[in-house]
Every structure is written in C-alpha cells, then in structure tokens.
C-alpha cells in the first residue's frame, strides 16, 4: 500500500486537550509531524474530566443506568474532542478530517462499556490519508455489529490509537501526555526517578499492570500482539520520551538491570473468606462467580485448611469491591472480612528472570523498615506485595533506593 510506509499514529490524552489552547497547541504538535513528511492519524481522548462529568451526570439521574445508554453518552466526549482538534488544524491551513469510531471503521464486540476492538476496516482512513488529509479520530469508542456505538473501558483512547497503527501498519505510534514518558517509579513520591529510555512490552505490561498510569494495560497488550512500535512522550515538551519495542536488550542480557521500575497501588481492596470447603472446585466456583459479574480478582492466596476448611484472600479493585461483596454473600456457610487499608508495592524487570536472590532482597529492603507484608505474588519479571496503605510512600522509597535506581 502506497502511504503505509509513511503512516504515525499519534494520540492525546485528555489533559493535552484540556481547553482550546492545548487544542491549538496539539494541532501545532500533528502539523510538525506531517510537515516532516508522514501520513499523519490522530487519536484523542475527551477533554479534560469531561467522561468522569458525564458518568456524574447519568448517575445524577439512574443509580446504574444501562451501559448502551452510557457508551452513548460518555462516546459524545470523544466526539466533541476531535472535531475541535480538525476544527484547530484547518484553521490553520491545514487539510484535515474528523472521524467518528463508526466512520473511521473500528468495530468491536458488544460488551457495552468494556467493549474489544474485532476489526478496523482501515479504507475510509486511507482514502482521507490520500487526499493528503489529516485523519482525526474520536478514541475510546467503536461500533458492534449492530452498528451500536460501544467504548472500550475507561482510558480505552491508547487502544484506539495502538489498534489504528497496527491496522495502518504505522511506523510506530506515539502516546503524548502529561508526563515527560515512563518512570522508574513515580516523581511524586520519589525525587530522583529517572526516566527510562526503552522498555520492552513485558516490562512495560508488568509496570502498567501493577500502577503505573501512563498507559492504558490492553494498549499495551494489543501493541505487543501486534508488534506496534510506542513512544511514550509529553504533549507540553518536544523531549524525547520513553520507547517500548521488542525485547530491546537481547544481545546485552549481561548488562539488563536487575529491576526497571517501582510501582504501587492503592486502588484495591483485600477480601477474606474464611470457613471454605477444603475440596476440588470451591476456588473454581468462588471466582467463577465474580469472573460471571466482570470483577477482575488480581493477587489470590489460599491459607492452609484446618479440619478441612480453606481461607482465601483476594484483592479486587475498590471500586468493584461492592459488587464483589453481593456476588459473595450469595454463598453461604462463609465469613467475609474486608480490608480496604492496603495497597500493592511491586517491583518489576526482566533482568530478575536470570538472577536469583531478588525477592529476597526485595523482603529484606522492606523488613529493615519495619513495614510488613500481608501476601506476595510473583510473574517472571514482577514480584508484588501487599503492605499498608499508610507505609507505602515509604516502601516505594526504600525499594527504589535499595535496588540502585536512583539517579
Ligand atoms: N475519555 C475516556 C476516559 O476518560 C477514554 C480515555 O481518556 O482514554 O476514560
Ligand atoms: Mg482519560
């Protein structure tokens, strides 16, 4: 195909387009690109807090309205977003296109608030392209087979724009933010965080998973399937940022650092339950039934049974903590105990595949400040715990330290 060598997908996020001179800024930001001489798509997310105003506003109204209803709604923020944005770039003398996830050709399946991008039928896109137009899509929002408008969880935008490049086969494809790319652990609590230059999609999986917020998880996901290059990068700097590819460092697995990055949490819940028949196809049954409602459970542990009877404690996102709690209370002959005190420290690296000894380390670090460790999960490169809520500033300090990552 003609333009695919040329095609960049770039993608703001709400904050870049937070009001209209961030708009006028962006659009400044997409000319660049395509004066440098690439086809040039564009993703946005909604501006500013506007989904979170939308969803305040149907709840105003219904304690849980549809989810239809609400992808049409929270859809209308995208909308207005990119038509400004395309609004933005003609003004200034620039040929450009805004298009709906409908018109653009993202179709997905019908899970209405979480939906999955099935296809993205890329003609009308490269026809705009063609007439040497900008192509400015809506994120966060396709259509199912019916042609009913979905949305793809919240911060889906990062989808939207990692499933264009890899329909387009774009070069690559840039994700510009509030921040200047991908951190050893978060600014905000540790001074000396360096930014990381390159990750590889593992690394940056694990990182996403366990807290960072910079990039949506299933974008992602999709960008590793897909082999699709990212750049990370700040939409307020022209700094470079940080690049997430293939596993980058094949050739020098000597020099790999042991750990890249520290992350934490703080958005979960941890649920007990206690009295559980010690038998096959009792977990099965349990998380069966909050996988039925859509509840994500993330670290599990299962205590030794006495006289025939389990403990099992998971966490869940606090804000599916409640519907976990109905879910659960349906079963019966069990106790359930809820700690919302915690939250998750994690550290993470590919390096850690070939070293023994980090756990360890990453124990002792938190043992010398005193702080403990309720339960423990590990990946082949991410070791997390769950710690109290209020000492985990301090265990994020300590374990960035500790593992030499400071500057
Ligand atoms: N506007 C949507 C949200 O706030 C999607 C996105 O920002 O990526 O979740
Ligand atoms: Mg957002």
Redesign the pocket.
Known sequence: MRYKKNIIVLKF??TSVGDKDKIKRVADKVIKARLEGNSVVVAV??MGD???RLIELAGKIASSPSRREMDML?ST??QVSSALLAIAIQEKGYNCISLSGQQAGILTDDVYSNAKILNIKVDRILKELKKDRVVVVA??QGVNIDGDITTLG?????TTAVALASALKARYCEIYTDVDGVYSTDPNVVNEAIKLETLSYDEMLELASSGAKVI?LRAVEFARKHNVILHIRSSFNDIEGTWVMDDYKKDERMERPLITGVTYDIGEAKVSIFGLEDKPGVAANLFGKLADVDIDVDLIVQNVSEENFAAISFTVKNEDLSLAKEVLNKLRNIRIEVDTDIAKVSIVGAGMQTHPGVAAKMFKILAEKDINIEMISTSPIRISCVVKKSRIKEAVKALHSGFGLAK
């Open positions: 996020g709400g997310s909604a506007t989904t979170d929270m923020g995208e994120g966060f919240r911060g889906g935008s990062d949506h």
